[in-house]
């Protein structure tokens, strides 16, 4: 089955300064990489996805790149608020036409925005 | 977007006692359902795979007669832990997609066993 990695497990970094959160997953046959924010208690919300027809996706301050070749993707947040701060799950899926996505969750990222 | 509703969002219960949690979609159809567990500090996991009609699922090393799923109709899934033990005690989400890659989660249902 799938396995997704997800590093690092902390990261913490100063109000408006960037941060990266990389994953990498194990089934060449994955084709849909969401990202979720995960508040303490509160379901996961999702703030951006990639399909694998396309090598990179922006949203405002957050992007995510693709590579399928070395099967790993990254998560890019920009200008860094405190309301940032939370944790980051990647996920990865097969995703077919007419079907459910079954995703496989990296470890999460938990990140903090200091002041 | 679409909406999934869960319930309880907390529960309480006593060891050996049964609990029923219950995945609605309230705005869309949905087949196939999801159900996750997460332990504090750590990743979703997946346990088992819902269809509507059939029989669910389950991912390696969750005890289907443990979890005892039922997708009853379109729009309800729901999952039972039985005879439930302090070490199931978790946070359970579900989740289900209108067909599409993108899933739409429930609020969670975090389960204490005492």
């Known amino acids: 089955g799938e396995n997704v990695e997800q590093h690092p497990s902390t990261l913490s970094v100063q109000e408006g300064d960037s941060a990266v959160i990389k994953c990498t997953y194990s089934?060449?046959?994955?084709?849909?990489f969401p990202w979720y924010k995960q508040e303490l208690g509160k379901r996961p919300q999702l703030i951006i996805d990639?399909?694998?027809?396309?090598g990179e996706k922006k949203d405002q301050r957050i992007a995510v790149t693709l590579n399928k070749t070395a099967k790993h993707f990254s998560l890019h947040i920009t200008e860094t608020q405190p309301e940032d701060s939370a944790v980051y799950f990647c996920?990865?899926?097969?995703?077919?036409?007419?079907?459910?996505?079954?995703?496989?969750f990296g470890t999460g990222t938990r990140l903090q925005v200091t002041l | 977007g679409a909406v999934v509703s869960q319930h309880p969002s907390w529960v309480i219960c006593k060891s050996g006692t049964s609990v029923k949690i219950e995945c609605r979609s309230l705005?869309?159809?949905?087949?196939?359902m999801f159900w996750y567990r997460q332990f504090p500090k750590q990743s979703l996991m997946l346990m088992a795979t819902?269809?509507?009609?059939?029989?669910?699922?389950?991912e390696q090393g969750v005890e289907k007669d443990k979890f005892l799923i039922n997708h009853a109709s379109l729009t309800l899934s729901t999952l039972t832990v039985t005879s439930a033990h302090p070490e199931d005690s978790s946070f359970y989400i579900c989740?289900?997609?209108?067909?599409?890659?993108?899933?739409?989660f429930g609020a969670g249902t975090r389960l204490s066993v005492l």
């Open positions: 989740s289900a997609s209108r067909q599409t890659a993108t899933p739409y």
């Open positions: 089934d060449s046959a994955s084709n849909y």
């Open positions: 990639i399909r694998s027809n396309v």
């Open positions: 996920a990865a899926s097969i995703y077919d036409t007419g079907t459910a996505s079954k995703l496989t």
């Open positions: 705005d869309f159809q949905a087949t196939t």
């Open positions: 819902s269809n509507e009609g059939s029989k669910a699922t389950y």
